[in-house]
């Protein structure tokens, strides 16, 4: 990652802000050395809260199979 900062920064103007945590409603989680995961679980909680639906239950919709 470091060497991907290095070139961008040799090419653009830009600052380092130090890692990455929330972008455009996308959460960034870094677990590992080489793992980030994304997530929009904030984005979907706004959306749930604006709809007042954020103790509605979870339910598996079910899909044809055989495709």
């Given at each position: 990652?470091?060497?991907?900062?290095?070139?961008l920064m040799n090419?653009?103007?830009m600052t380092n802000h130090g890692p990455?945590?929330?972008y455009?409603?996308?959460?960034?989680?870094?677990l590992a050395e080489q793992?980030?995961?994304?997530?929009q679980r904030g984005y979907i909680k706004e959306?749930?809260?604006s709809f007042n639906m954020l103790n509605c239950k979870p339910i598996s919709t079910p899909m044809e199979h055989d495709l």
């Open positions: 990652m470091a060497l991907t900062k290095k070139l090419q653009f103007e990455i945590s929330v455009l409603n996308v959460e960034y989680l870094n793992t980030l995961i994304c997530t959306i749930l809260h």
